[in-house]
């Protein structure tokens, strides 16, 4: 396949990345491959991948795919940015060099702005320091330097933001108080959900496959511990997944005993199909990408000077941007994950549109 063709099968055969680029240093081994899905709103944010892929067009799908994503995350949270993502390729514990990571800086920095990076998976805060050393197109860094840190706060309180708007339809109060609350992952962002949760009056049940992690939750609030492979046959009112992707797939939707599914784990969804069967299992889905935007929100924050206030305040409209999303999957009798895509790719269209032609004007004058 080509690699244009390999481009558009990752847009299910639409034209739909604006850039790709491909980078190497030699003498690091760096190779790297940065996608702008979209800047029609804005700069296109998103983290690099560090990752032993298996091959090439692994890494080239994965950048794809990541890029795309996050243009709708950012087009559904009402942000000004775009979507775009970076992989590295190779293992990082091997790889990892202040020469490697500088490259990759440089390869940012060639991009002019278009392309702003964070961390994700294989790249830390510290990772973000030394490529700011070759471009001021960074985030994530700590907060002694102005930067907004650990992002996992954000997203717990994004998720309790989106948890208060399903209760809010399903039981009339927001007042989690007495619910109980399925935490599938209780690493960075199911930790504080469970703080939240628990402050909230709510009772947890957690499962993890780590068991220190388990233990010292289930020790300072309280929760209740349930083996990682029953955590989907629990009564609960809510199921959180926090994990990895595809928790909710073919074999665990028959088995959930929840009202509503509302978690921070990316791609929740083992396939789109999966969101009709919650349907029909009469669960209410909150899309994930919707709920786990509290991330995104509060990076957003620190391009304009960082404030944890206003990070916090913009992340809490993530309760009525939700709540317009489920309107809309009522009102057109779609699925809620196919009504937040809508929703993104209309405003990729609308206000895209708009700022292009702001754009136009001021070159004519
Ligand atoms: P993390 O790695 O800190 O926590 C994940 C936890 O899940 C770990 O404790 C891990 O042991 C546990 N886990 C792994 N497999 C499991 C299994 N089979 N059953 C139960 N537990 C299992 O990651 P995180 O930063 O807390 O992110 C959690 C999820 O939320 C991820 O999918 C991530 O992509 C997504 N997310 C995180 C953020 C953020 O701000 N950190 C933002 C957006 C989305």
Same mark, same amino acid.
């Given at each position: 396949? #080509? &690699?244009?063709?390999?481009?558009?099968?990752?847009?299910?055969?639409?034209?739909?990345?604006?850039?790709?680029?491909?980078?190497?240093?030699?003498?690091?081994?760096?190779?790297?491959?940065?996608?702008?899905?979209?800047?029609?709103?804005?700069?296109?944010?998103?983290?690099?991948?560090?990752?032993?892929?298996?091959?090439?067009?692994?890494?080239?799908?994965? &950048?794809?795919?990541?890029?795309?994503?996050?243009?709708?995350?950012?087009?559904?949270?009402?942000?000004?940015?775009?979507?775009?993502?970076?992989? =590295? =390729?190779?293992?990082?514990?091997?790889?990892?060099?202040?020469?490697?990571?500088?490259?990759? *800086?440089?390869?940012?920095?060639?991009?002019?702005?278009?392309?702003?990076?964070?961390?994700?998976v294989?790249?830390?805060?510290?990772?973000?320091?030394? =490529?700011? %050393?070759?471009?001021?197109?960074?985030? $994530?860094?700590?907060?002694?330097? *102005?930067?907004?840190?650990?992002?996992?706060?954000?997203?717990?309180?994004?998720?309790?933001?989106?948890?208060?708007?399903?209760?809010?339809?399903l039981?009339?109060?927001?007042?989690?108080?007495?619910?109980?609350?399925?935490?599938?992952g209780?690493?960075?962002v199911?930790?504080?959900?469970?703080?939240?949760?628990?402050?909230? $009056?709510?009772?947890?049940?957690?499962?993890?496959?780590?068991?220190?992690?388990?233990?010292?939750?289930?020790?300072?609030? #309280?929760?209740?511990?349930?083996?990682?492979?029953?955590?989907?046959?629990?009564d609960?009112?809510?199921?959180?997944?926090?994990?990895?992707? $595809?928790?909710i797939?073919?074999?665990?939707?028959?088995?959930?005993?929840?009202?509503?599914?509302? *978690?921070?784990a990316?791609?929740?969804?083992?396939?789109?199909?999966?969101?009709? %069967?919650?349907?029909?299992?009469?669960?209410?889905?909150?899309?994930?990408?919707?709920?786990?935007?509290?991330?995104? =929100? /509060?990076?957003?924050?620190?391009?304009?000077?960082?404030?944890?206030?206003?990070?916090?305040?913009?992340?809490? #409209?993530?309760?009525?941007?939700?709540?317009?999303?489920?309107?809309?999957?009522?009102?057109?009798?779609? /699925?809620?994950?196919?009504?937040?895509?809508?929703?993104?790719?209309?405003?990729?269209?609308?206000?895209?549109?708009?700022?292009? %032609?702001?754009?136009?004007?001021?070159?004519?004058?």
């Amino acid at each position: 396949m #080509g &690699v244009f063709e390999a481009i558009d099968a990752a847009n299910g055969g639409a034209t739909e990345h604006e850039e790709v680029l491909f980078a190497s240093d030699p003498v690091s081994g760096l190779k790297t491959i940065i996608a702008i899905h979209s800047t029609a709103l804005g700069p296109a944010l998103g983290g690099t991948r560090f990752f032993a892929y298996r091959n090439e067009d692994d890494a080239l799908t994965d &950048v794809l795919r990541l890029s795309r994503a996050m243009s709708y995350k950012a087009a559904a949270a009402g942000l000004d940015l775009g979507g775009g993502k970076a992989v =590295i =390729i190779g293992d990082p514990s091997e790889m990892k060099t202040e020469r490697l990571l500088r490259a990759y *800086g440089r390869a940012v920095d060639s991009l002019g702005g278009r392309y702003i990076t964070a961390e994700d998976v294989g790249t830390t805060t510290e990772d973000m320091m030394m =490529i700011m %050393r070759e471009t001021k197109w960074v985030t $994530g860094v700590p907060a002694a330097f *102005g930067g907004s840190d650990d992002p996992s706060p954000a997203t717990a309180r994004g998720v309790m933001a989106a948890m208060g708007t399903v209760a809010t339809r399903l039981w009339g109060t927001d007042d989690l108080s007495g619910r109980t609350v399925a935490v599938q992952g209780v690493g960075k962002v199911g930790r504080h959900l469970v703080e939240r949760l628990t402050k909230a $009056g709510a009772e947890t049940i957690i499962a993890d496959v780590n068991q220190v992690a388990l233990e010292d939750v289930a020790a300072s609030y #309280g929760s209740e511990i349930i083996d990682p492979e029953d955590i989907y046959d629990v009564d609960c009112d809510i199921f959180a997944p926090c994990a990895l992707g $595809g928790a909710i797939n073919a074999e665990t939707i028959p088995r959930l005993g929840c009202a509503a599914v509302v *978690g921070s784990a990316n791609n929740q969804l083992a396939t789109p199909e999966d969101a009709d %069967r919650l349907i029909d299992m009469g669960i209410l889905y909150a899309p994930d990408f919707v709920v786990n935007a509290g991330g995104i =929100i /509060n990076i957003t924050e620190e391009l304009r000077g960082y404030s944890w206030e206003r990070a916090a305040h913009a992340v809490d #409209g993530i309760g009525p941007a939700l709540s317009r999303i489920l309107d809309r999957a009522e009102t057109h009798g779609i /699925n809620p994950h196919i009504a937040a895509e809508d929703v993104a790719r209309e405003r990729i269209a609308t206000v895209g549109s708009l700022r292009v %032609r702001r754009r136009t004007d001021a070159g004519g004058k």
